[in-house]
């Protein structure tokens, strides 16, 4: 078969519609004891495995911001005796997909393949595991790159606000830097580097593993040993748990923008916590994005004062945070901000509605079979609650558990974690004196 033909292949593969009832996430205990969770499903002939070492931004060295997103992004860039070239042709002609970027814990390989050819999958991916090349050329192209993301992204206010808000809120700690690194960071980092950080994070201790599709126990534990046999039976601790965040208060970074961006967040739930469910549902409540959400509700529709606002929890291994971002023009993002920290308030002091709590307990339960319609998405959808610390069956449990959410939870979580008195808030762009029309107040 033709590499267009073999691409096209998986490219249907991955979207083929898996009914979430039917999904059955079961762990496998391989030879190596990497954390295995594998959804079995044999309808098409195709494999997906998400596999996230402990090797994301936190574990950057001073000087060196974008260390392991640079080692990500050279993974497919040659190993053992294959160089560059050689190592995509490799990939190409069997028509298999080998990504990876890291986030703030974690380096996260995507591996996508045709059933039949998931052994050259398997071998090459394990290949530039145990084998990884960094060849300066290599380096230099993927630093090119990286270096001319960079300078776009600071060139978007979206982007740039988002990097703020974070490195305004840990400060000097792990979680501060955006994983893709700064332009000094990553102009600093030498093919050695890259060599030693790899000797150091590719280790098996907390390799988790997610594998969707048309592959059964035995081939896995077969694909496991040969994956991570090569590496250090080594653990590799968490990121240490912050110690000091952000101040609440407003940080402007002035630029000529015609609509300002703001970024806004405070302290939220890990993921181990057991308010997090009720957050999660809370937050639908008030931010989630939908036209139904308390913000979209009051600071778009009501007011026009923006296209799109929304709030979000981020949960990593050591640290949990709500955040939240609006963009309007110059001389309604001060409005903008006035009404949403005035929404919070009235939501941290009077709570939800039972019929608000019955439309976004619908949506979110209902819109969940989405994250599970391919095996590219259940391998995705297995591995982020793999990197939560979920257990196995949480995908079974996971829309009882939203169920389970009583009103008063709800409204007693609104309480503890959408305090405005709590938000940072980090602007760029300079706003300009805003309408006399433009109220401020709640509109009920």
Same mark, same amino acid.
């Given at each position: 078969?033709?590499?267009?033909?073999?691409?096209?292949?998986?490219?249907?593969? /991955?979207?083929?519609?898996?009914?979430?009832?039917?999904?059955?996430?079961? #762990?496998?205990?391989?030879?190596?004891?990497?954390?295995?969770?594998?959804?079995?499903?044999?309808?098409?002939?195709?494999?997906?495995?998400?596999?996230?070492?402990?090797?994301? /931004?936190?574990?950057?060295?001073?000087?060196?911001?974008?260390?392991?997103?640079?080692?990500?992004?050279?993974?497919?860039?040659?190993? *053992?005796d294959l160089g560059s070239?050689?190592?995509?042709?490799?990939?190409?002609?069997?028509?298999?997909?080998?990504?990876?970027?890291?986030?703030?814990?974690?380096?996260?390989?995507?591996?996508?393949?045709?059933? &039949?050819?998931?052994?050259?999958?398997?071998?090459?991916?394990?290949?530039?595991?145990?084998?990884?090349?960094?060849?300066?050329?290599?380096?230099?192209?993927?630093?090119?790159?990286?270096?001319?993301?960079l300078k776009q992204e600071?060139?978007?206010?979206?982007?740039?606000?988002?990097?703020?808000?974070?490195?305004?809120?840990?400060?000097?700690?792990?979680?501060?830097?955006?994983?893709?690194?700064?332009?000094?960071?990553?102009?600093?980092?030498?093919?050695?580097?890259?060599?030693?950080?790899?000797?150091?994070?590719?280790?098996?201790? *907390?390799?988790?593993?997610?594998?969707?599709?048309?592959? *059964?126990?035995?081939?896995?534990?077969?694909?496991?040993?040969?994956?991570?046999?090569?590496?250090?039976?080594?653990?590799?601790?968490?990121?240490?748990?912050?110690?000091? #965040?952000?101040?609440?208060?407003?940080? /402007?970074?002035?630029?000529?923008?015609?609509?300002?961006?703001?970024?806004?967040?405070?302290?939220?739930?890990?993921?181990?916590?057991?308010?997090?469910?009720?957050?999660?549902?809370?937050?639908?409540?008030?931010?989630? +994005? #939908?036209?139904?959400?308390?913000?979209?509700?009051?600071?778009?529709?009501?007011? +026009?004062?923006?296209?799109?606002?929304?709030?979000?929890?981020?949960?990593?291994?050591?640290? +949990?945070?709500?955040?939240?971002?609006?963009?309007?023009?110059? #001389?309604?993002?001060?409005?903008?901000?006035?009404?949403?920290?005035?929404?919070?308030?009235?939501?941290?002091?009077?709570?939800?509605?039972?019929?608000?709590?019955?439309?976004?307990?619908?949506?979110?339960?209902?819109?969940?079979?989405l994250t599970l319609d391919?095996?590219?998405?259940?391998?995705?959808?297995?591995?982020?609650?793999?990197?939560?610390?979920?257990?196995?069956?949480?995908?079974?449990?996971?829309?009882?558990?939203?169920?389970?959410?009583?009103?008063?939870?709800?409204?007693?979580?609104?309480?503890?974690?959408?305090?405005?008195?709590?938000?940072?808030?980090?602007?760029?762009?300079?706003?300009?004196?805003?309408?006399?029309?433009?109220?401020?107040?709640? &509109?009920?």
């Amino acid at each position: 078969m033709k590499p267009v033909f073999l691409a096209a292949a998986v490219a249907a593969a /991955s979207v083929f519609s898996v009914p979430a009832g039917a999904i059955t996430v079961r #762990t496998v205990a391989g030879p190596t004891g990497v954390e295995t969770w594998l959804a079995e499903e044999h309808a098409l002939p195709m494999i997906a495995f998400e596999i996230s070492l402990p090797a994301g /931004s936190a574990y950057d060295p001073p000087g060196r911001q974008g260390l392991a997103d640079m080692t990500a992004s050279l993974l497919d860039e040659g190993a *053992g005796d294959l160089g560059s070239d050689a190592f995509k042709e490799a990939l190409e002609s069997r028509a298999i997909r080998l990504q990876a970027r890291a986030d703030r814990d974690y380096l996260v390989i995507t591996l996508t393949s045709l059933s &039949e050819n998931a052994g050259e999958a398997v071998r090459l991916t394990a290949l530039a595991l145990a084998h990884p090349r960094f060849d300066p050329a290599a380096v230099e192209r993927v630093r090119a790159a990286a270096l001319a993301r960079l300078k776009q992204e600071d060139q978007n206010p979206a982007r740039a606000a988002v990097r703020d808000w974070y490195g305004a809120y840990f400060g000097e700690q792990a979680y501060a830097h955006a994983p893709d690194g700064s332009a000094a960071g990553i102009s600093a980092i030498a093919p050695s580097d890259l060599s030693d950080f790899a000797a150091a994070h590719f280790v098996r201790g *907390g390799i988790k593993v997610a594998v969707a599709g048309d592959i *059964g126990e035995a081939a896995l534990k077969r694909d496991l040993q040969q994956l991570f046999l090569a590496l250090p039976s080594r653990n590799l601790p968490a990121a240490p748990r912050p110690s000091d #965040t952000g101040k609440p208060g407003l940080r /402007s970074i002035p630029r000529n923008e015609a609509a300002p961006v703001a970024v806004f967040g405070m302290a939220g739930p890990m993921r181990s916590d057991p308010d997090y469910i009720a957050a999660y549902v809370a937050n639908e409540i008030f931010g989630g +994005g #939908t036209f139904s959400a308390r913000l979209m509700d009051q600071v778009r529709d009501r007011r +026009g004062l923006t296209y799109g606002i929304e709030t979000h929890l981020d949960d990593f291994r050591s640290a +949990g945070v709500i955040v939240g971002e609006v963009q309007s023009d110059k #001389t309604k993002i001060d409005t903008a901000l006035k009404v949403t920290e005035s929404e919070m308030a009235r939501f941290a002091q009077s709570g939800a509605s039972a019929k608000e709590l019955s439309d976004a307990k619908t949506y979110l339960t209902g819109s969940y079979p989405l994250t599970l319609d391919s095996n590219a998405k259940i391998a995705r959808t297995l591995s982020q609650y793999q990197r939560s610390g979920l257990n196995a069956d949480y995908v079974a449990k996971r829309n009882a558990l939203i169920d389970a959410v009583t009103l008063d939870k709800v409204n007693e979580t609104a309480k503890k974690y959408f305090d405005p008195s709590h938000l940072l808030v980090v602007m760029v762009g300079t706003p300009a004196a805003p309408a006399k029309s433009s109220p401020a107040t709640p &509109e009920h």
